[in-house]
């Protein structure tokens, strides 16, 4: 069964800090992984996207990587701001079906 | 370029009435995802189609569930006989090729259906 799980499912840190996301999932015959964030009532916005044979991906304060052989990606935010506050959804592809984790809610204080 | 365009935002529904959710994909996206998150719940796939194909529906409920997208207008979900567990945000993806070779794709803001 593929599933996906992400921790912590809730983080609070002070602005400035560096923060890291996990996820793994348990089906390793995966086509890609993306990141996404997702702000209350609002649709998914995309992050990052890492292709199978691809290690990382990075974009601006931005940085995920991928080890496929564990079944684990992180994602990884620098110097985190007020504005990163929302929900972070990693989603492994499998074709083209998206398996998604439950997120983690981040809440970055001023 | 107009994103992903999904109506209505809200819908309220009585129970046994039937929900029709819209979505138009991006301009030159052929590709259409539907995922549905439930309360407490991470999003879950429910269908992808081409244009007048369903290429995959291992998602989608075995009745009442329903989805099309025509040659023409937008890609349609539709619910009937719609009850108290279909309350949910239904969410239309959509990329410009087989997301399998890694396309990126892209969500709109989502349908919020409650069953009353």
């Known amino acids: 069964k593929q599933e996906v799980t992400q921790i912590p499912a809730a983080l609070s840190v002070p602005e400035g800090e560096n923060l890291v996301l996990n996820c793994s999932f348990t089906d390793s015959a995966i086509y890609n992984l993306q990141w996404f964030r997702q702000d209350p009532g609002k649709g998914l916005t995309s992050l990052l996207l890492?292709?199978?044979?691809?290690r990382e991906q990075t974009s601006g304060r931005l940085n995920a990587s991928l080890d496929k052989s564990s079944g684990r990606s992180t994602l990884y935010i620098a110097a985190s701001q007020p504005g990163d506050s929302a929900t972070y959804l990693c989603a492994v592809g499998y074709g083209n079906k998206l398996v998604f984790g439950a997120g983690t809610i981040l809440r970055v204080k001023s | 370029n107009a994103g992903v365009m999904q109506n209505p935002r809200h819908l309220v529904r009585r129970r046994g009435q039937e929900a029709r959710l819209r979505c138009s994909p991006m301009k030159g996206h052929s590709h259409v995802y539907w995922y549905r998150q439930l309360p407490e719940e991470g999003l879950k796939f429910m269908v992808y189609l081409q244009k007048e194909n369903i290429i995959d529906e291992s998602g989608m409920p075995k009745e009442r569930f329903s989805a099309e997208f025509p040659k023409e207008g937008p890609s349609i979900l539709r619910i009937q006989q719609v009850v108290r567990g279909d309350s949910a945000a239904y969410f239309c993806?959509?990329?410009?090729?087989?997301?399998?070779?890694?396309?990126?794709?892209?969500f709109g803001e989502g349908s919020w259906l409650t069953v009353v």
């Open positions: 890492i292709q199978s044979s691809q």
């Open positions: 993806a959509s990329s410009p090729l087989d997301r399998a070779a890694g396309n990126t794709i892209y």
